[in-house]
T-cell receptor, first 110, second 115 residues
Framework: DAKTTQPPSMDCAEGRAANLPCNHSTISGNEYVYWYRQIHSQGPQYIIH???NNETNEMASLIITEDRKSSTLILPHATLRDTAVYYCIVRSGTASKLTFGTGTRLQVTL | DGGITQSPKYLFRKEGQNVTLSCEQNLNHDAMYWYRQDPGQGLRLIYY???????QKGDIAEGYSVSREKKESFPLTVTSAQKNPTAFYLC??????????????FGPGTRLTVL
């Protein structure tokens, strides 16, 4: 699975959009981009995933660049409950494991 | 109410004792996974099982054992051979034969402390 690079930490004001970047320059054609988040002392929560096209669900939007070498997770209106570590993971559709890096610690403030 | 349950949330054991962590899911998922997380680190795969009565070692299987006698259950035993058992243990499940690509969903975790 391709390696990902994320900033270690970011801040966001409550009510504003949080844009979390992820670089995955060695991604292969059959690999998907997944995003999870982990609130302190809880299990990771699935957010969204995509292959080539931008995706949106009730939690977030995923923007993948045309060359697929990077992506951005967008939380449109961040709240204090969105404070968590966000993990960007690249995996093939048949991979059995998820390879978690150290992620981005997002702090949402008043 | 569908989901993955892990019990207990906190577990304390003396060094040298085996301990079994429970993981149950009612999502009708075929595959189940055990991960370990150390402070400030990502998750590492211990064991996984794609079907009943079959399981595979992950990246850090030494000192652990599993069984998969029922689709809903995938208990993990931390044996006395595991050198550094104190960690946060996470169970996950997915449906790789029904959905492509499958998505792994996680339980709330068990924090094991060996004294």
């Amino acid at each position: 699975d391709a390696k990902t690079t994320q900033p270690p930490s970011m801040d966001c004001a409550e009510g504003r959009a949080a844009n979390l970047p992820c670089n995955h320059s060695t991604i292969s054609g059959n690999e998907y981009v997944y995003w999870y988040r982990q609130i302190h002392s809880q299990g990771p929560q699935y957010i969204i995933h995509g292959l080539k096209n931008n995706e949106t669900n009730e939690m977030a939007s995923l923007i993948i660049t045309e060359d697929r070498k990077s992506s951005t997770l967008i939380l449109p209106h961040a709240t204090l409950r969105d404070t968590a570590v966000y993990y960007c993971i690249v995996r093939s559709g048949t991979a059995s494991k998820l390879t978690f890096g150290t992620g981005t610690r997002l702090q949402v403030t008043l | 109410d569908g989901g993955i349950t892990q019990s207990p949330k906190y577990l304390f054991r003396k060094e040298g004792q085996n301990v079994t962590l429970s993981c149950e899911q009612n999502l009708n998922h075929d595959a189940m996974y055990w991960y370990r997380q150390d402070p400030g680190q990502g998750l590492r795969l211990i064991y996984y099982s794609q079907i009943v009565n079959d399981f595979q070692k992950g990246d850090i299987a030494e000192g652990y054992s599993v069984s998969r006698e029922k689709k809903e259950s995938f208990p993990l035993t931390v044996t006395s051979a595991q050198k550094n058992p104190t960690a946060f243990y996470l169970c996950a499940s997915s449906s790789p034969f029904a959905i492509y690509p499958d998505t792994q969903y996680f339980g709330p975790g068990t924090r094991l402390t060996v004294l």
